[in-house]
């Protein structure tokens, strides 16, 4: 059966937006007018649907203005409710925004793709996907139980399938996405990690000394313990231990206790610092001119935009081998993944050699120029552009 002519092209993410009393929806920064903006060549009208709920304080979220963007939130935010009480007029709902749809982009993983997966499918609509991470990073904040590494197993499997049908993928890792969730479609690698500030140049620089007290830098959360907060600390330990004058500087949100409590037990209270948060760009970037060496001992990611971040800042880094940071430092400077001792030994070597850490800072502010903002994005404009030609020859093609 024909479907009706359609005008819009359908975003779906897992992402929770607020709205505000007078009907003004916000996000977290994460997707903005901008990030909208580029599904245009696909069809005038966005229709986001994702999780909405009311928000009192919209302090630090960013508005959407574009009057292009339409929301279809589905029922409920927490997951119980999405796929439980409401998984049926979910289901319903997506069909319906799915089958008026001229094409669907959905963001992966999102555990939205459950339901939208077999609409697509039978209803023969058109898609394209943006892979930003791998599924068990994105559960990690979950917990490990048995169910969670079930429901990690299943949304692999579904975004390999969702990657393998679509009609374009853009990733963004160079290649370790790509590799697990390959596509028959267009492809491109464009990372969603953004430089707020160009890189430095520092290619000509002499670099400075270090200071008495080494200034060790590490961005991440401490509300789930996959960015290797404990890992760090050990590591800052044992260099205590070796008669190295460090300090831990650890920017992020969350209970700092459990690491406080772990820096006291290893007797490196007074090496580890917490600096709470930073607003992005400038404040991060200067507080980031602080540090000496940047670490980032995740145990798992997809790409760390703060590593990045760093080394746009011509700092030397030492991070884990997984996900796609591999791509972004040289082999000598990773490290397995949960392991403090190779980590200690890594910083070390960057303490001890001054060539070692002039080498390290320059090959990663230009590796850093990759994710300068005019690169990206003309890479993601020429990627929805593609897709958006080819559809246009599919329905002058068609019957009419």
Known sequence: MNRAPASS???????????DAEGTVYSEGKITDAVIARLHPLAQEVVIVSRLQAAEDTTGLVALKDRRIRMAPVCGNGFSRVFGRSIFANAVHLWREIGSARFVVLRLPCLLSVLAAPVLWLRSVPYAVEIVGFPREGLSSKGDGIAIRGLGKFLHLLTARLASRAEGALYVTQNALQKVFPT???SVAASNVELPLPPVDIDGQDIAPLKDTVCIGLIGTMATNYKGIDVAIRAIAELSQQGYNCELHVL??????LFRRLACDLGCADSVIFDGIRQGGAEVAAWLDDMDIYIQPSRTEGLPRALVEAMSRGLPAVASKVGGIPELLEDQWLVPAGEPAPLAARLRQLIDDETLRDQARKANARRAIDYSAPVLRKRRDDFYLALARSLDNVTADSPR
């Open 9 to 19: 092209v359908v975003f779906i993410h897992d992402h929770c937006f607020r709205m």
């Open 184 to 186: 028959r479609g267009v």
């Open 252 to 257: 992020g949100s969350g209970d700092t206790d």
